[in-house]
């Protein structure tokens, strides 16, 4: 099992910044790829973010290439996402999640955290 746990959400004003973190916990952390993703009210969950196991392949959803960007820290078990030039579209419950699997923008992972409110007024 892993068990996921995000931190740093909140209110921001539109153009602002946050960054998200993830810590993982329960298995060896490198051995998992780490994806964030979204889920505006009344919408789907959506793919924002992903990086494979040492952090050096990275995928992102076209409506936050250059605003965001995800890393991790392997001697840290945590996984993080920058944003900047945070727009209102960008408000939503953001989750992390881990898989064994590298499936590019793939929607499927075995563990998810309970997600992180971010909220962008305009």
């Known amino acids: 099992q892993v068990q996921l746990v995000e931190s740093g959400g909140g209110l921001v004003q539109a153009g602002g910044s946050l960054r998200l973190s993830c810590a993982a916990s329960g298995r060896t952390f490198s051995d998992y790829v780490m994806g964030w993703f979204r889920q505006a009210p009344g919408k789907e969950r959506e793919f924002v973010a992903q990086?494979?196991?040492?952090?050096?392949?990275?995928y992102y959803v076209d409506s936050v290439k250059g605003r965001f960007t995800i890393s991790r820290d392997n001697a840290k078990n945590t996984v993080y996402l920058q944003m900047n030039s945070l727009k209102p579209e960008d408000t939503a419950v953001y989750y992390c999640a881990a898989d064994r699997r590298l499936v590019v923008r793939g929607l499927k992972y075995d563990y998810w955290g309970q997600g992180t409110q971010v909220t962008v007024s305009s």
């Open positions: 990086i494979s196991w040492s952090g050096g392949r990275t």
